[in-house]
């Protein structure tokens, strides 16, 4: 495997349901993030982690729960969502997190499609 | 705040028509500007950028000017193909983050 990869590609689960959805790089990055794309508005972004803290949570319900247990996984654990939590879930990782007035290329995984009943 | 606007789509075109998708932003100090692209069925991709005024990205075919006195970083392609039919984002960095515009979606029609 190499770049970005997701698992599952497409998830349909029901508001009750625990689920999560797994990221990984192979690229030897140190930051990863994750992002939710809807229809029409620009991407969000959720969660960043840079060496496996949490450095940004951009105001996103606790139904959402990241994890990071490496530099090289991500998790987006889910439960209790609601309809409107349909979208495109992409993550992304980069070399590294600098901080203030500096900016490394993301590269983005092909994204999990949710879908919630 | 910062932020991006760029065109609605989707935009149709004839293959090897001429493109461009306008894209403007709105920030403090002296951002970087990338237009990524987004092909179905997968995730988004790096197509160019430019870190200072006056600065071209290009790759591609494509290119895009760093337009700091008109705030802008319009897309250009001089002949589009079917296979850029995708969906293009314009972005600016804040901070260590991307600010996104909300996307345009590209068809071309052979």
């Known amino acids: 495997e190499t770049g970005v990869t997701q698992t599952p590609r497409h998830l349909v689960m029901g508001m009750t349901n625990k689920k999560s959805l797994k990221c990984e790089q192979h690229l030897g990055h140190n930051a990863m993030y994750w992002y939710k794309q809807s229809a029409k508005k620009p991407l969000e972004l959720m969660f960043v982690y840079s060496l496996e803290e949490r450095v940004e949570n951009n105001s996103v319900p606790s139904r959402f729960s990241p994890e990071c247990p490496n530099s090289s996984h991500l998790f987006l654990h889910l439960h209790t969502l609601q309809p409107e939590d349909s979208a495109l879930y992409l993550c992304?990782?980069?070399?590294?997190?600098?901080?203030?007035?500096?900016?490394?290329?993301?590269?983005f995984g092909p994204g999990t499609r949710l879908t919630v009943l | 705040g910062n932020s991006v606007t760029q065109m609605e789509g989707p935009v149709t075109l004839s293959e090897e028509a001429f493109l461009t998708i306008n894209c403007t932003y709105t920030?403090?100090?002296?951002?970087?500007l990338f237009w990524y692209v987004q092909y179905p069925g997968e995730g988004l991709q790096l197509l160019l950028k430019a870190t200072k005024a006056d600065d071209k990205g290009s790759n591609k075919g494509f290119e895009a000017t760093y337009r700091k006195e008109t705030t802008s970083f319009h897309l250009e392609k001089g002949s589009v193909q079917v296979s850029d039919s995708a969906v293009y984002f314009c972005a600016l960095s804040s901070n260590y983050q991307l600010i996104w515009g909300a996307g345009t979606k590209l068809i071309i029609k052979p």
């Open positions: 992304a990782s980069s070399q590294g997190y600098s901080g203030p007035s500096s900016y490394n290329e993301q590269f």
């Open positions: 920030a403090t100090g002296y951002p970087s």
